[in-house]
C-alpha cells in the first residue's frame, strides 16, 4: 500500500488511514525512553519520523540506522552536552557498523520481513537525535545517562 499523505503550508502530513494501516501491520515504533536506533541509512531511505499533533500526524524527520535518540528528560537536562556531541562530525566521513553491547536499548526500524518499512513516532516533547559518528563514540555515555535518567523519572 502507497502511504497516504498530504500537503500544508510546507509540511507533510500522514492520513488518518495510513496511520491506521501502519497500526493494522505494526509499523510504528514509539520510543520514549530512546535508544540506538537499527535501521535503514539516509542512502537507504532512512526512518521516517512524524508526531500525533491535534489529531494530525506532521511528517518530522527521517532518522537513520545507528543513530540514538535521547529519552525527553535526558534532552532537557543535558541538551547543551548533546549539542555538542552531535556537532564533534559533520557527517562526511565514512562509517563502518560495529558490534552493539547487549547492554544497549534498541529501537528496531528495520523493515519487517515482507520489507515493509516502520515509522517512529514521537511524543510531544523533544528529544534529540544523535548523529552515528557521535553515537559511536559516546554510545555507553548516551545510554547510561539516557537510561539513569528515565529511571530517575518514571522508574524502570
Keep these: 500500500m502507497e502511504i497516504e499523505y498530504y500537503e500544508r503550508d510546507g509540511i507533510n502530513f500522514l492520513t488518518a488511514n495510513a496511520v491506521a ?5 505494526k509499523l510504528i515504533v514509539e520510543a520514549p525512553k530512546g535508544g540506538l536506533i537499527l535501521g535503514p541509512s539516509h542512502n ?3 526512518v521516517n519520523v512524524f508526531r500525533w499533533e491535534n489529531d ?3 511528517i518530522v524527520a527521517e532518522f537513520e540506522g545507528w543513530e540514538y535518540l535521547a529519552n525527553p528528560f535526558f534532552t532537557a537536562q543535558y541538551s547543551q552536552q548533546l549539542e555538542a556531541i552531535n556537532s564533534e562530525f559533520d557527517g562526511t566521513a565514512p562509517f563502518t557498523e560495529y558490534e552493539i553491547p547487549s547492554n544497549i536499548q534498541l529501537l528496531d526500524l528495520r523493515p519487517n ?3 515493509l518499512r516502520k515509522w517512529l513516532i514521537l511524543g ?6 544523535i548523529n ?3 553515537t559511536q563514540k559516546h554510545l555507553d555515555w548516551l545510554h547510561k545517562t539516557n537510561q539513569e535518567i528515565w529511571g530517575s523519572m518514571v522508574g524502570s
Design 113 to 115: 520481513q515482507q520489507g
Design 21 to 25: 494501516y501502519l497500526m493494522e501491520q
Design 44 to 46: 537507504e531511505g532512512g
Design 132 to 134: 552515528r559518528h557521535s
Design 124 to 129: 510531544k516533547a523533544a528529544q534529540w537525535i
Design 56 to 58: 494530525e500526524f506532521p
